[in-house]
Each structure stands twice: as structure tokens, then as C-alpha cells.
């Protein structure tokens, strides 16, 4: 909801496909971007992500994009784990968000390997601007899993009907939430439609501008 992943990711990928030893015509890098993000847009809005290692889907996009595997997965993987921070930022008024929320107790709730995690919130600077920060690797628990959300609702000692989830994920995140009867702002980015199993937000918002005018009415 803060940051911009899928800029994120094609930008990572994008410079890893570029580090490659081997010279890959633009056409075909720009295929196997296309490929991935593809196969990567599927598994966020299914909140799949484990469905396929990064070593199958990078295999999958090359596959779609008539490139020879060979020893590419590999050195793909290596060239991205050098360039994870490439393409990091907030989306477009996160920073009013932030100072908005600021007025609350605020936790943030995400998905994800401590260690990863960790780079992008210094990297993005929200170490300081939230009270508490919980990443699923660290707590145990991954949303839309309750135990998660009621770390949050303990952490910042609020029920969950003084509570706001917003987020951009409707199955992790409005799902998750909703199921504790915290209330919930779907940030729908994309325009997507929504999940046949997800909860239904009380709010759907096309950005993170219009989350915080909710938020602060």
C-alpha cells in the first residue's frame, strides 16, 4: 500500500536481465518482463505467492518469451539478488498518508522474508514513521491469517471496530482484516476486479490520495 511493488519489480528485474553476461536483444528482454509480470500480477492477486518458487516463475517467463533455460534461472536469480533495491519508492502520496496516520496508533502489517523486508522499509525511509512494524517471517503468522491482525490490534491496544486496515491486496489484506471486523479501505490500483474470495471492503479507493481522505473523515 506504501510502496510501489510492481514498479519495483520490473525495475529489479529489468537491471538483473541487463547484468547478464550474456547479450539478450531488447525485444526479448522486454518479453521476459512482460512474462514475468504477467505470471507475478496472477500469484499477488491470488495471494499465491508460494504456489511457485522465483526459480519457476523466472523459468515460466523465459519459457513463454522462446528463450533456451540453460543456466539463465540462475544467474538471473543471482543478477536480482545484487539489484533488490533497484526501483524502490512510495507510491504517490504515501508520504501525506504516513503523516495522516501519524495522528493514530499505527502498525504496519506485511508479507515477506525479514530480511527483505527490512532493506525496503530503510530503504524507504518508515522506520520512523510507524509505531510498531510486523513482518510475517518474524511474527509467524502471514495475512489474511488472523494471529497477525490481532498482533496489530494488541500492539496498538485498539478492538477491531476502532480499526482501519488499508491496504492493496483485497484477499491478504481487506479479507484478513474483515474477518476480525476491522475496517477496511481497498486501495485498488489497478482497477481490479474483485476476488470471488475475498471479503467486500467498506471502502474501494482507485489510490492512496483518496485512502487518506477516507481516513481523515
Request: include cysteine; aromatic fraction near 6%; glycine fraction near 8%.
Amino acid at each position: 500500500t506504501l510502496s510501489d511493488e510492481l514498479h519495483h519489480m520490473r525495475t529489479a528485474y529489468s537491471a538483473a536481465l541487463a547484468g547478464l553476461p550474456e547479450r539478450l536483444e531488447p525485444g526479448v528482454v522486454t518479453a521476459i518482463l512482460d512474462a514475468y509480470m504477467d505470471i507475478g500480477i496472477d500469484l499477488y492477486r491470488r495471494n499465491a505467492w508460494g504456489e511457485l518458487s522465483r526459480e519457476a516463475r523466472i523459468e515460466s517467463a523465459l519459457q513463454r518469451a522462446g528463450v533456451e533455460l540453460g543456466e539463465l534461472p540462475a544467474r538471473i536469480i543471482h543478477e536480482y539478488e545484487q539489484n533488490y533495491q533497484e526501483g524502490l519508492r512510495l507510491l504517490l502520496g504515501a508520504d501525506h498518508l504516513l503523516e495522516v496516520a501519524g495522528r493514530f496508533r499505527t502498525c504496519l502489517v506485511t508479507n515477506g522474508q525479514s530480511d527483505r523486508q527490512r532493506v525496503k522499509i530503510e530503504r524507504l525511509g518508515l522506520a520512523g514513521q510507524l509505531e510498531h512494524i510486523l513482518i510475517s517471517a518474524e511474527v509467524g503468522s502471514a495475512k489474511p491469517d488472523a494471529a497477525i491482525f490481532r498482533r496489530a490490534l494488541s500492539l496498538t491496544e485498539v478492538e477491531p471496530q476502532q480499526a482501519v486496515m488499508i491496504g492493496d491486496n483485497a484477499l491478504a489484506d481487506i479479507t484478513g482484516a474483515a474477518a476480525l471486523g476491522i475496517h477496511t479501505i481497498w486501495v485498488n490500483l489497478h482497477g481490479w476486479a474483485l476476488p470471488a474470495a475475498a471479503a467486500t471492503p467498506e471502502y474501494e479507493v482507485p489510490d492512496v490520495a483518496a485512502a487518506t481522505a477516507r481516513l481523515a473523515g
